[in-house]
């Protein structure tokens, strides 16, 4: 999942991993809203919640969800650079340790929010998980050349209403790349809304140590990318 990359991937690669990766991604993302009632990689509510803030003179209020954005956007920079620099060295399975990168991340992002008082947990939690959630956004959108994006639900349920509208113009009669288009745009939404919910529930049991659950996942991935990606340069 985290070798093949653009037009060389096939629809099962990306399904595969937009399900994992948008799973884990609605986990986290509802983890952040259990620990401060604020959703990390929500960038269109959390850029019309600073305007709102701002709008009526709420600075103060403003000034942590901005945070979230920078973060977010600082995630997604970092991914970016990461990348970049693992293809000028030549380095099999770039995307692979980019996302053992936010593995390692999160577990440092778990011991912080466990050693820290109540009154900080929350919000370095929820910042933290912006920053990661934006460098897996940019990892997963590089690699599919935009085809997935793991936290972007807005734009997925936007590409699947224009998808099934001109399906049901047509009197069903789809072409086959619309179809493997929808079901993806499908798989990605509701692979993040079962995640959201099994992130909630995992909240309430584990508190702040879902993050190790989540990190543990992403580092599995990751490592089964790295061990594809020395095979084909071996062979």
Same mark, same amino acid.
């Given at each position: ?43 269109? $509510? ?75 947990? $929350? ?10 959630? $934006? ?35 047509? $009197? ?64």
């Amino acid at each position: 999942m985290l070798v093949q990359e653009g037009q060389s991937r096939t629809p099962g690669i990306d399904r595969r991993l937009a399900g994992s990766f948008a799973g884990i991604a609605g986990a986290l993302n509802a983890a952040g809203f259990c620990a401060f009632g604020t959703f990390s990689s929500n960038m269109t $509510g959390n850029v019309s919640a600073v305007a709102d803030h701002l709008g009526l003179g709420e600075v103060a209020r403003a000034l942590p969800i901005l945070a979230l954005i920078t973060a977010f956007l600082a995630g997604a920079m970092s991914a970016t650079m990461l990348i970049s620099a693992g293809r000028q060295h030549r380095l099999g399975g770039v995307y692979a340790y980019s996302v053992l990168t936010e593995a390692l991340l999160l577990v440092s992002l778990g011991v912080l929010g466990l050693s820290l008082p109540g009154v900080w947990q $929350g919000a370095v939690l929820v910042t933290g998980l912006s920053f990661l959630l $934006g460098l897996q956004n940019a990892t997963i959108t590089q690699i599919t050349d935009a085809r997935v994006r793991t936290t972007h639900v807005t734009g997925m349920v936007t590409d699947l209403g224009i998808g099934l509208a001109r399906l049901l113009s047509r $009197g069903g009669d789809g072409s086959s790349p619309d179809r493997e288009k929808m079901y993806l745009y499908a798989v990605t939404v509701a692979a993040f809304l079962a995640g959201g919910m099994m992130g909630v529930m995992a909240w309430r049991v584990l508190g702040s140590a879902l993050l190790f659950v989540a990190a543990g996942l992403l580092a599995l991935l990751a490592l089964a990318g790295i061990a594809s990606a020395r095979r084909l340069n071996a062979s």
